[in-house]
C-alpha cells in the first residue's frame, strides 16, 4: 500500500507498540503491516467531545492520521458521544462532570469544523466518522457483565490517575471504571488496525488490545505521540492555563502568539506542528519564530492570511516602539485604583465610552494586551506593574500606551 518510506510515520513519535509482535501474529512491526497488507489501514482516533475549543496540542495525532491518509489508509475518527457522558478520567484527580446528550452533539459539530483543515474530508474512503453511541448505546447488561469481567480491580489500579486517587483517598466512582473498556471496545466494533493517541492513552490504547484479541480479532497497534508544552514553556498545552494557541483564533491571535514561542520549544513545534524538514529551520530564534508562526497559520487560513497577519503584528509593534505621541498616546495609570477590572480601565482612558461598551469590547474579542486578546469581561489587573510600558488596543485602530 505504501512506499518503503517510513519517515512520515517516526517524524514526532513517542513510541509504537508493540515493537514486536508474537510469532503468531503475522507481522514484525507496523512498518511491515504498511508494507505487506493488501487492503487500507483502518487507524483509530478518538475524541470526546467535552468542550468546544480544540487547541494546537489537540492538532498533533490529527495530523499524524493525516499522514496516514496520504499513505493510503483510512482515518477512523470516533466521536466519543457516549462516552464523554462518562468523562475519560486519565490525568484527572477527580471525576468528570458528566455531560447531557445535547451539549455534546454540539460540541462535536465545533470539533469538526476546527478539523477540517487537518484531515482529507474529501478523497473517498479515506475517511469515517463514527459516534461510538452507535454500538455502545446498545450494550446490554449481559455484554457490560462480559466486557467487565475482561479485567480485574487490580488492573484497573495500575493506571495511573486510578491508582492516585486510590493512595489519596480520593473517591473513584465505578462508572469511571467503563471508560477504557468502552474506549477499548470501539476498537472492537470499527476492527481498527492502528490506534492513535497521546502518550496519556497507552492504558486505553492497551485495553483495545485486550478486547480485540478477546473477541478474537488481530490486536491493533499504539502510536503515541508527545503532550505539547504551552507557550509558557512549562505546562502542557490548556485553555485553563492560558498558555494555548486555539484552532479557532483568528490569525494575528494565532500569529501575536506563535512570533513569541520560547527558544527551546521551536524544534519540538516545528518538528509536531509542521511539514517543514528540520535541517531547514532558521538558526536564528527570531527568523524561526516568525516562520514558525506563517507556516502553523497558513495551514488554517492559507499562505496570504498569515503574511497578511504578520504585517498587523509588525504596524502594532512599530506603534509600540515609536515615539510620536500622536501615533500611541501615553495614559497614566497613576490615577487607577488597584486591583481594577480591565472594563474600567477601557473606560477611564477613553478607549470605551462606558465601562458596559467595555465589557462588551472584551467579550467581542476586539481587546489586546501587546497583542494577546482578552476574552474575560473580568479580568482583573492586580497591580499597575502588570501593565506598564505594554500597549492597550481594541479594534484595529484604538491604541494607547501604559505608563506608571
Not at 218 to 230: E, N, W
Request: proline share 4%; net charge negative; with cysteine.
Amino acid at each position: 500500500m505504501t512506499n518503503d518510506n517510513f519517515a512520515w510515520l517516526h517524524r514526532g513519535i513517542s513510541e509504537i507498540f508493540p515493537s514486536q509482535l508474537d510469532s503468531e501474529e503475522k507481522s514484525d512491526n507496523l512498518e511491515q503491516l504498511c508494507h505487506q497488507i493488501d487492503r487500507p489501514l483502518r487507524v483509530k482516533l478518538g475524541i470526546d467531545p467535552t468542550g468546544t475549543d480544540l487547541h494546537l496540542g489537540h492538532s498533533i495525532p490529527f495530523r499524524k492520521l493525516r499522514a496516514f491518509q496520504d499513505q493510503g489508509h483510512t482515518a477512523v475518527v470516533i466521536i466519543g458521544d457516549f462516552t464523554a457522558q462518562i468523562g475519560d478520567p486519565t490525568g484527572k484527580d477527580q471525576a468528570r462532570q458528566q455531560l447531557t446528550s445535547e451539549q455534546v452533539k454540539q460540541n462535536a459539530q465545533t470539533y469538526l469544523d476546527q478539523l477540517r483543515p487537518i484531515l482529507d474530508f474529501d478523497t473517498p474512503d479515506r475517511l469515517e466518522i463514527r459516534y461510538n453511541s452507535e454500538w455502545l448505546s446498545k450494550l446490554d447488561l449481559a455484554k457490560i457483565q462480559e466486557l467487565l469481567a475482561t479485567m480485574t480491580v487490580q488492573q484497573m489500579l495500575a493506571k495511573e490517575g486510578f491508582n492516585n486517587r486510590y493512595t489519596q483517598q480520593t473517591p473513584i466512582y465505578l462508572h469511571e471504571f467503563l471508560y477504557p473498556l468502552m474506549q477499548g471496545y470501539d476498537s472492537v466494533a470499527v476492527e481498527a488496525d492502528v490506534e492513535l493517541g497521546g502518550t496519556d492513552q497507552k492504558f486505553n490504547i492497551a485495553v483495545g488490545r485486550d478486547l480485540q484479541r478477546y473477541f478474537g480479532q488481530k490486536p491493533q497497534f499504539g502510536v503515541l505521540l508527545p503532550i505539547l508544552v504551552g507557550t509558557d514553556g512549562q505546562q502542557k498545552m490548556s485553555k485553563s492555563l492560558d498558555n494555548y494557541v486555539g484552532l479557532k483564533e483568528d490569525a494575528l491571535s494565532m500569529y501575536s502568539k506563535l512570533e513569541k514561542t520560547p527558544d527551546e520549544l521551536l524544534t519540538n513545534y516545528f518538528e509536531l506542528l509542521t511539514d517543514i524538514a528540520l535541517e531547514d529551520i532558521p538558526e536564528n530564534p527570531r527568523e524561526a519564530q516568525k516562520f514558525l508562526a506563517i507556516e502553523i497559520i497558513a495551514q488554517y487560513y492559507g499562505k496570504e492570511d498569515a503574511l497578511t497577519a504578520q504585517k498587523t503584528a509588525l504596524e502594532i509593534l512599530s506603534k509600540q516602539n515609536t515615539t510620536n505621541a500622536e501615533a500611541v498616546k501615553a495614559f497614566s495609570l497613576a490615577d487607577v485604583e488597584f486591583p481594577a477590572k480591565l472594563f474600567y480601565i477601557l473606560n477611564v482612558s477613553d478607549l470605551a465610552k462606558s465601562s458596559g461598551e467595555g465589557r462588551r469590547q472584551i467579550q467581542g474579542g476586539s481587546v489586546r494586551i501587546d497583542g494577546d486578546r482578552i476574552q474575560d469581561p473580568n479580568f482583573t489587573i492586580e497591580n499597575p506593574t502588570e501593565l506598564a510600558d505594554k500597549i492597550l488596543q481594541v479594534g484595529k485602530k484604538k491604541f494607547i500606551r501604559l505608563v506608571m
